[in-house]
């Protein structure tokens, strides 16, 4: 056993003296308690003491009466007494000198400072001598890596009825179980090369579990934030509002893999399941399955045959191919001009590791189509490369969630088929209830048909998906700013903007929506930073352009439309982000030439002629009508 005084450093650096007092009197006061479990004290260190036991229950009882003891004298303390730390491991030690020595003292060394105050942390080996014989529960803390000790330990906390009464001012916040999230899985592979393993066992399990009707789980953009993240379960619980969370790890050595998984209580910390697999890789998409059945099973989801199907179905069994997909989600996910060019080559690796993984061309396909909405590639040339990858997609898995939200995408900015892209946009949605993407793209659609309220609860429901993503975040500001609720919007554009700073759209709507609530010098300052800081887009300068007519300030406005006018843009993008500054000025005219322009080219993002409040002048135009029925939304 190895304990030490909770804050004995602080209290040093306070009073040094008094500090000594506090460890001396603790140590008088436990060497009863060790003779009593016949321990035997070997050396003290500064404010901590190891201490030997003939058996591990032994160890742990002792444990439990310090605890119990140092609770009392905190409690009868007029400010408070000191508390403990302890950590308990059983194994083989060396004799030598009146010390002892060995792999066991280290790992009980290492143990010790997982235990918060007056807690008691214990090893694997501890918990498997004493759990038939203790009456006290013991919680799970999964494998944790301990310094100098090359492979993981299981831990375990002992909860003592004074950990269960900590805090009683402080309500318990209870929260819907069934709203999960499944946690990045620590990798614990002797090669680092092995991590991919340990994202792709994480990615799946959250796409088969948010497949599934009854569950509601935090998409894996969100996710994936909490890797190499120290955070305590309610933390996250709170962050994320999930009431419950799914974590674990994985090792993978040679062809074997041992998977070790506790689903808990966010509110509570209670342990509703846990499981450990030790397998082949071959296995590894029976475990996927066998894992997600069992967390279904705990949170009381009663599965339907067809949603058993699917669960067992695997995405692809090139494990490979799968890890250049889930790094090119993640490159995409950013939106930035870098990430979307890496994640293009990404899908192409995968699709080339395994030519049938449906869902590789999806991404490629949708990675296309958003390099044609940020200019990156002319709105042709997105959509000659998109379609072909989108009906592959479904020719390989008619079943695909994510082939059927990359055919609406397809349809809704390419062929203007408003229709078949809310067909297939509901169809990915039946098929996988908690595809965020699927979400945050049917909200644009309705957008462009003017649908307000649902275009809001679409809003809505992909950021609770997906709460970390800026994208969806950034889509949701745009939303409520069309529905004319600007303190909406503007909340949710700074917090898209602090989950991802260098989001295009996020940068390009602040300023917009800074000046919807009156907030002129503030929008003017945002869009001359991102001027300044993207100077080879044409959005930017638009965006300023605007802003400077909308305060009155429009010769300086004009010799912006002049200075986009004479440039020669890699993909014509002036004719999508032009026309809105003519409207400003009251040019009505040059406003449909280049709106109709826009259309032409397919460069335009059509959400906004329906709604936008800046565009009543055109609404009051014959010329518009003439344009709803050109991009078929004329009702």
């Not at 007092?21 to 003491?49: A, C, N, Y």
């Not at 020719?395 to 939200?405: I, M, N, R, Y």
């Not at 909406?488 to 919807?516: D, K, T």
Request: charged fraction near 25%; glycine fraction near 8%; proline fraction near 4%.
């Amino acid at each position: 056993m190895f304990a030490d005084v909770v804050g004995y450093t602080a209290l040093t650096q306070k009073d040094e003296s008094f500090a000594l007092q506090v460890v001396s009197r603790i140590k008088q006061m436990s060497s009863p308690v060790f003779e009593r479990h016949g321990g035997k004290l070997v050396k003290t260190l500064g404010d901590g003491f190891l201490v030997e036991f003939s058996s591990a229950m032994d160890g742990v009882l002792c444990g439990i009466e310090l605890q119990h003891m140092m609770s009392n004298q905190s409690a009868e303390s007029p400010g408070g007494g000191a508390m403990l730390r302890i950590g308990i491991h059983v194994g083989d030690v060396i004799h030598e000198s009146g010390d002892v020595l060995g792999d066991a003292v280290n790992i009980a060394s290492r143990i010790e400072p997982l235990a918060g105050p007056g807690e008691i942390c214990i090893s694997a080996d501890v918990m498997k001598q004493v759990k038939s014989r203790l009456s006290y529960a013991m919680v799970p803390m999964g494998p944790q890596k301990l310094k100098n000790v090359e492979e993981p330990v299981e831990a375990y906390k002992v909860l003592l009825p004074s950990m269960s009464q900590a805090e009683p001012s402080a309500p318990v916040v209870e929260r819907n179980r069934r709203r999960l999230v499944v946690l990045p899985m620590n990798s614990y592979s002797p090669d680092p090369n092995d991590e991919y393993f340990a994202d792709g066992m994480t990615e799946e399990i959250i796409t088969k579990l948010s497949g599934l009707n009854g569950l509601r789980v935090i998409a894996r953009t969100s996710a994936m934030k909490y890797k190499g993240v120290r955070k305590s379960v309610s933390e996250i619980g709170t962050e994320l509002d999930v009431g419950s969370v799914l974590e674990g790890s994985v090792r993978k050595s040679g062809e074997r893999m041992r998977i070790t998984l506790q689903l808990v209580d966010a509110s509570t910390e209670e342990h509703l399941w846990a499981s450990s697999y030790d397998r082949g890789l071959t296995d590894v998409f029976a475990v996927q399955t066998d894992i997600s059945e069992k967390v279904a099973e705990a949170l009381e989801v009663k599965l339907l045959a067809k949603e058993l199907e699917t669960l067992r179905k695997p995405a692809t069994a090139n494990l490979t191919a799968y890890t250049y997909y889930l790094k090119g989600r993640e490159l995409l996910a950013g939106r930035s001009e870098e990430g979307m060019k890496a994640a293009e080559l990404q899908f192409e690796q995968a699709i080339a590791e395994d030519p049938s993984f449906s869902r590789a061309y999806s991404g490629l396909a949708d990675c296309m189509m958003l390099m044609g909405n940020f200019s990156l590639i002319s709105n042709q040339e997105a959509e000659k490369k998109a379609r072909p990858l989108v009906v592959k997609a479904l020719e390989l898995d008619g079943g695909s969630a994510e082939a059927h939200a990359s055919m609406g995408l397809l349809l809704m900015n390419f062929g203007l088929d408003w229709a078949g892209a809310e067909r297939e946009f509901r169809r990915a949605i039946e098929i996988h209830p908690g595809y965020a993407q699927a979400h945050h793209w049917n909200s644009m659609l309705l957008s462009s048909l003017g649908k307000v309220d649902e275009m809001l609860s679409e809003s809505r429901t992909a950021i609770e998906l997906d709460p970390l993503s800026g994208a969806a975040t950034s889509a949701a500001a745009i939303h409520f700013y069309l529905a004319g609720q600007y303190e909406e919007a503007l909340r949710l554009v700074e917090r898209a903007l602090q989950l991802s700073p260098s989001h295009r759209g996020a940068r390009f709507m602040h300023s917009f929506i800074l000046l919807s609530r009156g907030r002129k010098e503030e929008a003017l300052a945002a869009a001359r930073k991102l001027r300044v800081e993207e100077p080879a887009q044409v959005a930017p300068v638009a965006a300023l352009a605007f802003v400077l007519s909308e305060m009155g300030r429009q010769d300086e406005a004009k010799e912006l439309v002049a200075e986009l006018e004479g440039r020669k843009p890699r993909t014509g993008e002036v004719e999508g982000d032009l026309w809105f500054v003519y409207c400003s000025l009251g040019d009505l005219d040059k406003a449909f030439e280049y709106l109709n322009r826009a259309v032409d080219s397919r460069n335009q993002d059509l959400s906004t002629v329906r709604l936008v409040r800046e565009l009543e002048p055109m609404r009051r135009d014959p010329r518009y009508h003439e344009l709803l029925r050109r991009v078929n939304l004329e009702p």
